[in-house]
DNA sequence: CCCGAAGTTTGCGCCAGAGCAATATCGCGC
DNA sequence: GCGCGATATTGCTCTGGCGCAAACTTCGGG
């Protein structure tokens, strides 16, 4: 139910950032050389352990960020301290563009699920990122409306179906932005716990785990600590129809 | 369950539209009555019967809608016919706003609530609108904002909350959003039924049944066909935190 | 190598709320 | 004023999955 609150981040900005870091990411794969140049002298860069918060819910949206590597939880925590996660971010997503749909302060926090890096810059340069650079705009609002298009998803899933179809889709949702393939199968390629799965589905670690018992006697998945393979996908698109 | 689909709207084009139609509106607020002049002029006005659809999930969004007066359900239907309820919007905000946020489809089904009056113009004007148009842009990305907040709190609750407290929740907004106070409470000021709150909620018609008339004994509220009446808002509170 | 913390598995009982079904009521159209 | 379809109420049953509890496994640190 509860969670241990992790905390902070060890700042550390590295040496020096190569424009290719930036080049091949839709918010920027517009522009030249130069401006990527000035949009790396002005940012700030941070190694992230895995399980810390890079925002918190209610803050004042001071930054916003690009994760370069790693993943993202954003999870809100209720009043009783239970975390709900609303969504997953992979890495070359922007995060925290509090300002992009015009709030002074984050909705949910975020919180990596690995050890990660990101870039942010002062919420004060978001305007000038806007209106100096092609592209950057339209990409990011397309990255929202993705998002919301995800959290639609979420809640018809909540709304309609059973807990096995949510998780089930989950796992699959999982596998399709970060599946790495290995012998036997896809897996996730970040440790994810039974806890972070139930935080997922809405559902309690218990009745993830027995599920995930239950598919692992049946050949569908694999699974030790924090790793999950799943060996036959199909079979487990089946499931989640439900 | 499943529900019949009702149809079509007549379109009517209104004699001439007033410019005090839109001053007072966020989005438009800011601008001269010469420049809504013109936003009128290539506006179409049309009203739609209790119950039409806007616009339909999955259609091309060619054009973006303002709701001038009544209320409006967005709704997604799932592959096995059930409407799960994602938002409420009231008359005065914009919506179809798919442009917005990089999608060339609506992400859902805008169906009226009640009889409704609604302007619209093509997505090409868009970009123009937000270009021009003082305010338009960042009021509209408010309204964004504002609607992702709802969902974000529509998962926590679907995640977290029980039945009760989710119905509850929903009378909560609903009055909030639309109330209209009279004698004896304050009244949910369209028609919505047991069935439509269970969209809303994520339950069945039943429950939602069940929920009123025990409310109803104990004097939180009274309903007749369609209307809800809350005579205790205090008191649905305290049941909304269980 | 051992210990403790974190993560996982599994059994059991229970209950909120869904499903089913029958009946009652409302209000519109003719 | 009547009849029918849409809406609402309520009783009964059945079950998915949660809460609780206890044991087991894995891993990292000293």
């Known amino acids: 139910m509860t969670r241990a609150m992790t905390e902070q981040p060890t700042r550390k900005t590295l040496p020096r950032l190569d424009e290719s870091l930036l080049t091949h990411l839709p918010p920027f794969s517009r522009l030249e050389k130069r401006q990527i140049r000035t949009i790396l002298d002005q940012a700030s860069s941070r190694r992230y352990e895995s ?9 004042p949206a001071e930054r916003f960020y690009m994760l370069l590597d790693g993943y993202v939880r954003v999870v809100r925590i209720t009043p009783t301290g239970e975390q709900v996660t609303a969504l997953h971010i992979p890495a070359g997503q922007l995060l925290g563009i509090a300002k992009a749909i015009g709030r002074e302060t984050y909705p949910a926090t ?29 990409e990011t ?32 949702r999982l596998i399709n932005q970060t599946g790495r393939k290995v012998e036997g199968g896809i897996e996730i390629d970040f440790p994810i716990t039974r806890q972070d799965l139930s935080e997922l589905t809405a559902t309690t670690l218990h009745t993830v785990s027995r599920l995930l018992s239950s598919w692992e006697k049946r050949g569908l998945v694999e699974s030790k600590r924090k790793r999950i393979k799943v060996c036959d996908p199909h079979a487990l698109v089946v499931l989640s129809q439900g």
Chains 1, 2 share one sequence.
């Open 51 to 59: 399980g810390a918060a890079v925002f918190n819910e209610g803050d």
């Open 110 to 138: 975020a919180m990596t699920a690995t050890e990660s890096i990101v870039l942010s810059w002062p919420t004060s340069l978001w305007d000038t990122f806007v209106a100096e650079y092609d592209g950057f705009a339209s």
């Open 141 to 172: 609002y397309k990255t929202l409306g993705h998002r919301v298009g995800e959290m639609n998803t979420r809640i018809v899933e909540l709304a309609t179906q059973q807990v096995e179809q949510r998780v089930a889709n989950a796992i699959l």
